[in-house]
T-cell receptor, first 115, second 116 residues
Framework: NAGVMQNPRHLVRRRGQEARLRCSPM?????VYWYRQLPEEGLKFMVY????????ESGMPKERFSAEFPKEGPSILRIQQVVRGDSAAYFC?????????????FGPGTRLTVL | AQSVTQPDIHITVSEGASLELRCNYS??????LFWYVQSPGQGLQLLLK??????LVQGIKGFEAEFKRSQSSFNLRKPSVHWSDAAEYFC??????????????FGQGTILTVHP
């Protein structure tokens, strides 16, 4: 059973461009979480999605950021008009269930650099 | 709101020495607690978790953690550290209720350096 896959692993964008990050959850997992890790900081929750639904986006900036998890295909985190402050590692995690004690399995992350 | 504090940003130990990484949490209900490890350039791997029962939890790679409700702590321990344990360690609390549905709140992380 393949683990959580994220691509690209590294992404370089210039200010004002769009960044599109992909996450394929583990087989059988229908719950996806996105976290952001800024330099020298721990991971911060951004958004929680189930298939075709955003359940909790309380950690996601109101502007420029969006997420989706379509019925078919990977989950996408999209950042429009990137700024230097968006440079970070973005991690996706998936889980078969969504309880507080359920294990989340993390992907290797996408490291975004904004020039 | 829940929070997690890892007081030690960086810890250095000698190979073979014992290890304890501290974690304190703040949460209004029974916490679900996790320890993850992150090697450089990699994702997070679960070491162990606690949500009920025995307060001493065994994990992978010889790690264990003890939940102490009176101290709001969940410290990670290992009796003898190996050079391959050098990594960054994150403590996290799982949130329940409302639309939170298990999202994790992480501490700032502790970087472990192991000297030969």
């Amino acid at each position: 059973n393949a683990g959580v896959m994220q691509n690209p692993r590294h992404l370089v964008r210039r200010r004002g461009q769009e960044a599109r990050l992909r996450c394929s959850p583990m087989k059988g997992h229908s719950h996806v979480y996105w976290y952001r890790q800024l330099p020298e900081e721990g991971l911060k929750f951004m958004v929680y999605l189930q298939k075709e639904n955003i359940i909790d986006e309380s950690g996601m900036p109101k502007e420029r950021f969006s997420a989706e998890f379509p019925k078919e295909g990977p989950s996408i985190l999209r950042i429009q008009q990137v700024v230097r402050g968006d440079s970070a590692a973005y991690f996706c995690a998936s889980s078969p269930l969504a309880g507080a004690g359920d294990t989340q399995y993390f992907g290797p992350g996408t490291r975004l650099t904004v020039l | 709101a829940q929070s997690v504090t890892q007081p030690d940003i960086h810890i250095t130990v000698s190979e073979g020495a014992s290890l304890e990484l501290r974690c304190n949490y703040s949460y209004g209900a029974t916490p679900y607690l996790f320890w993850y490890v992150q090697s450089p350039g990699q994702g997070l791997q679960l070491l162990l978790k606690y949500f009920s029962g025995d307060t001493l939890v065994q994990g992978i790679k010889g790690f264990e953690a003890e939940f102490k409700r009176s101290q709001s702590s969940f410290n990670l321990r290992k009796p003898s550290v190996h050079w391959s344990d050098a990594a960054e360690y994150f403590c996290a609390v799982g949130v329940s209720g409302g639309t939170s549905y298990g999202k994790l709140t992480f501490g700032q992380g502790t970087i472990l350096t192991v000297h030969p």
